[in-house]
């Protein structure tokens, strides 16, 4: 810590200097001015709602009003000054203004719609924004008004569909289910592909903390981030454009950028929805009134009259949802601020099962100086959730593990006495009903995430940012269950869990633009980081509770445990930047990284990057021979590197010894995991090709691009000879490859004044191949029942287990009593690859309508060639439980006795074509301007979510998966809540 605060006092005193340096510009002979217009779009000259209004090398400016209309005064020197006008979504557009005699200027604007928004300024890790036509390689954006009124509560729900390259996948239908983001397929095995997240400069946390055992699902801290609080969102997806944020970053990044304030006078904006969330499908059940007399023994069929229970009802039921936001922004022309408050409270479909959010969040602007900006950002979040365990993966005591494994001939509801029977007869397993009714599960999260940023322009060249941000979260989770319940703990279990979570970064980037030639423009840009985090759990767990007892401390004590850990990154990085003529542009950048969780000869690495485009649609040669037909292309191609740091902890890389207790003294055991210093990051190399081409007068716009990841190095468990002392030991010893494209389509078919269309399409294909393991070998993935694997030239996490024997024409082959078996490979194996649950595509269809204040918004989405391993189905079809429908078709003789118990341990059986096409959004809304003058928009807005799906999976939802956001075990369903169906009713108004 006294390194960082020497260096934060060098950083202090740099930019005091700098300072100083700075405050010869000069404020004399100006004037005060007021400039109004409006803006409009091309075609339609419907007003451009929120577009950016300001006057170039100033502070000045302003965003539009619902009627496209702006307003602001600014100090200007009498002479020729530029007016910008920006929109996402419109080319920008630059109008020469006079400052003269006249004090007020009127200037109207009119932007043409730009569908691949290649004027757009993006952000790129340097600090500085970059026009998106100089770019050599794809970034996606969301705006903001595609991530509300959409019935999703989190971010990364809402992004859903609208990305190329970018798989989100809801792991859990949980109120806060935890999410899964994959962008361009997995770059690690033993770490996690999530990308890295930033939020106005600051790296945050998204970790998925599983403090008690809700049976494999766990929430991501993203949870916190309330999207109504966002302006646009920017997906960095190749290893090229992510280079510049060094080993944090082979997974791409995803930057948030928060609504900011706008001067002029105070503008409020109330938001409150309803929703109703509900089971979308019921799974088939036994439905026949009969029962084995003995369910072990094949050969007695003998029966007797039983009624059956639907246990499904015991768990799900329809959950209400409420939520409110207010917020409000204004200003001078010096001072802005944006400041919102908001509370979130959404049931889940699983019985007593709620999500509650709280959030207030402030961001102010500052113009201190001509020269100099400063920016805070302040959020804090109270998350609250009650939960109800559901999965198996490590323990049983779950509601839907307890249906999978229950007989539903005996009634789960409890006696007059309120005890509940037992369901599941031959396995100690949960009656549904009381998990529900009397278990109780809950977390509790207290973020706070907070920054301050100084923007200085020293001169028309040189510009500096300075970024400190920091981000500190409280998780704290209960567990409880009563005594004298059906489940394994039937004496009662308690745990008590906390992890302290804490992380900062600060960043210091200068750039110098110059132009070198007429033609020939210059950027050079250099940079530094520090990061710290760390992070410090405890836990406690204990069974015997005593009657109405429900803290840990007032049981038998199972399990006691404290972790710490504390990470260092450092960095820093020089990138040059030329463009000729505004057509060509090349970009090359170097970045030196560094991480405590290496050896000290491995921890500093390098990370190179290289990109390149052309625009060769503003040749005159273009002009004159496609112009008509393409009035937009542009090429690009982008070449870099980035590392990856999750796979290896904070202490990872030494021998680790366990405190213990022998023959009552204090001892240390070894672990069996033998420490390596030698150890240094993952590594990935990728190349991006592609075009972006915009079709008749841009009415089409198309964006392709190609990639390949090779990664190498990957940190992989080798196991080690029984001599050594040890099991396994981490080694740089595996290498994976992801090769894929994408495809973006943006059209506009129809555009009037009353009526408009609007059609995007996304097609993503990824394919992943695992290029080496240690020794050719296989791994079998943690949380999955040895069920996924890593296999040498497979994909990773592809199932792996046993399968039919069968006959020669393809047949499942029936032994003499007429029941499956086995079979064998031709090298003697008993196990096979049976189904991989990466896609083999993916892609959205959107439609947005609007005719005159009335708008429709309709989104599908559809993930194909991906299997789901459905072990639901492999226990309720088995006779032995009961509860399944194939046990139904048994009783009534359609199969032997027994069929589904022969099947059981023929995992091939279970892996089923998880292909579907969802419904995802359908938004239909209505804007009007009432006769208040006090009102400037009232929205009315009614909402469907995940309405429909066309599968063939028997299962609940083949989108979830019970190994929650887990990198290799995708696809597997056991016990898993679904996602609801949402319905949301919205009212907006502005004043």
Not at 231 to 246: F, R, T
Not at 506 to 523: Q, R, V
Not at 626 to 646: E, M, P
Request: aromatic share 12%; glycine share 10%.
């Amino acid at each position: 810590m006294g390194k960082l605060h020497d260096y934060l006092g060098k950083m202090r005193f740099r930019l005091a200097l700098l300072a100083l340096l700075a405050t010869t510009l000069s404020a004399f002979g100006q004037s005060q001015y007021t400039l109004t217009g409006t803006v409009t779009e091309s075609g339609t000259g419907l007003p451009v709602v929120g577009a950016s209004v300001f006057i170039e090398n100033t502070s000045f400016g302003t965003v539009t009003d619902f009627d496209g209309n702006y307003s602001f005064t600014a100090s200007l020197e009498s002479g020729s000054h530029s007016l910008s006008f920006s929109s996402l979504g419109f080319s920008s557009q630059k109008i020469a203004i006079d400052a003269g005699g006249n004090l007020t200027i009127t200037t109207d604007a009119v932007l043409a719609e730009d569908l691949l928004s290649l004027d757009e300024v993006v952000v790129t890790g340097t600090g500085a924004g970059a026009n998106k036509r100089a770019l050599g390689n794809a970034i996606s954006s969301v705006k903001s008004e595609d991530l509300v009124d959409n019935g999703a509560t989190q971010i990364d729900q809402a992004i859903a569909g609208k990305i190329t390259g970018a798989l989100v996948q809801q792991n859990s239908g949980d109120p806060a289910g935890g999410i899964s983001i994959r962008l361009r397929g997995p770059s690690t095995i033993s770490g996690n592909s999530d990308p890295l997240y930033i939020v106005d400069g600051i790296i945050i946390s998204n970790s998925s903390n599983e403090l008690v055992d809700l049976g494999g699902n766990t929430q991501n801290r993203l949870a916190d981030i309330n999207p109504n609080d966002i302006e646009k969102i920017e997906i960095i997806k190749g290893a090229a454009a992510a280079a510049i944020y060094g080993s944090r970053a082979s997974n791409g990044v995803v930057q948030i950028f928060t609504k900011q304030g706008r001067s002029g006078e105070p503008k409020f904006s109330f938001m409150t929805n309803t929703r109703i969330n509900e089971l979308r499908k019921e799974i088939d059940y036994n439905t026949v009134p009969l029962a084995w007399t003995a369910p072990t023994d094949r050969s007695d069929l003998n029966t007797v009259a039983a009624d059956r229970y639907n246990l499904q009802d015991e768990i799900f039921e329809s959950g209400f949802g409420v939520e409110n936001y207010l917020s409000m922004t204004g200003g001078t022309e010096k001072t802005s601020y944006y400041l919102s408050a908001s509370h979130l409270s959404n049931d889940g479909i699983v019985k007593n099962t709620n999500f509650k959010r709280y959030g207030f969040k402030a961001n102010l602007t500052q113009q201190a100086f001509d020269w100099l900006k400063v920016t805070g950002g302040f959020n804090y979040v109270r998350s609250v959730s009650k939960d109800v365990p559901n999965g198996g993966i490590n323990n049983a005591y779950g509601a839907i593990t307890g249906f999978v494994f229950s007989d539903n001939s005996v009634n789960p509801a409890p006696d007059e006495s309120g005890v509940y029977p037992v369901t599941s007869l031959l396995v100690p397993r949960t009656n549904p009903a009381e998990a529900v009714a009397r278990f109780d599960f809950g977390q509790k999260t207290n973020r706070f995430i907070t920054s301050v940023a100084l923007d200085a322009n020293f001169t028309d060249n040189l510009s500096a940012k300075y970024t400190l941000g920091m981000d500190y979260y409280n998780q704290s989770a209960t567990a409880y269950i009563p005594i004298n319940n059906t489940s394994p703990n039937a004496d009662g279990y308690a745990r008590r869990s906390d992890l302290n979570s804490f992380q900062y970064n600060s960043d210091l980037n200068l750039t110098y633009k110059a132009d070198i030639t007429d033609a020939i423009a210059s950027t050079s840009t250099v940079g530094g980081s520090w990061q710290y985090e760390e992070r410090d759990r405890v836990g406690i767990n204990a069974t015997g509770l005593p009657p109405v007892v429900e803290t840990a401390t007032g049981g038998s004590i199972l399990e006691q445990g404290e972790t710490r850990s504390q990470i260092s990154y450092w960095g820093a990085f020089f990138q040059q930047s030329f463009s000729f003529n505004d057509k060509i542009y090349v970009n090359g950048a170097v970045r030196m990284d560094g991480a405590s969780t290496f050896g000290e000869d491995e921890r500093n690495q390098l990370y190179f990057k290289a990109s390149g485009s052309y625009v060769v649609s503003d040749e005159d040669f273009w002009k004159s021979t496609f112009g008509g037909a393409f009035n937009l292309f542009k090429l690009r191609a982008s070449w870099g590197q980035a590392g990856n740091l999750t796979a290896l902890g904070a202490f990872d890389r030494f021998s680790v010894y366990n405190p213990d207790a022998l023959t009552g003294s204090v001892s240390l055991i070894p672990s069996t995991a033998q420490g390596n210093e030698d150890l240094k990051p993952e590594r990935q190399d990728e190349i991006e090709i592609g075009f972006d081409a915009g079709l008749l007068n841009s009415r089409l716009g198309i964006e392709f691009s190609y990639y390949k990841q090779k990664v190498t190095d990957l940190l992989l468990p080798r196991v080690l000879a029984p001599s050594s002392g040890f099991g396994s030991r981490f080694e740089n010893v595996g290498n994976l490859e992801n090769t894929g494209v994408e495809i973006l389509l943006r059209g506009a078919p129809i555009k009037t004044q009353d009526f408009s269309w609007d059609v995007t399409a996304t097609f993503s294909k990824n394919k992943n191949e695992v290029t080496n393991v240690a020794g050719g070998g296989r791994l079998a993935l943690a949380g999955s029942f040895s069920t996924n694997y890593v296999i040498e030239g497979e994909p990773l996490g592809v199932f792996y287990r046993q399968f039919y024997a069968r006959n020669e024409d393809g047949s499942i082959a029936l032994d003499a009593d007429g029941y499956p078996y086995r079979g064998t490979t031709e090298d003697g194996e008993s196990s096979k690859v049976l189904g991989d649950p990466n896609p083999d595509w993916f892609g959205s269809f959107i439609n947005e309508f609007s005719y005159k204040n009335f708008g429709l918004r309709v989104q599908f989405d559809a993930v194909q060639g991906y299997d789901v391993f459905n072990w639901n189905r492999r226990l309720l079809d088995n006779v032995i439980f009961g509860g399944g429908a194939q046990v139904g078709q048994e009783l009534l003789g359609n199969l032997p006795k027994g069929y589904g118990s022969a099947q059981a341990n023929i995992f091939e059986e279970f892996v089923e074509d998880g292909s579907f096409v969802k419904l995802r959004e359908v938004a239909l809304s209505y804007d009007f301007k009432p006769k208040w003058e006090c009102i400037d928009n009232v929205k009315i807005s009614l909402v469907g979510r995940n309405l429909i799906s066309w599968d063939d999976y028997s299962g609940w939802d083949p989108e979830v998966s019970a190994a929650g956001q887990s990198n290799g075990v995708r696809g597997f369903d056991f016990a898993t809540v679904p996602i609801p169906r949402t319905y949301q009713l919205g009212f907006n108004v502005s004043f």
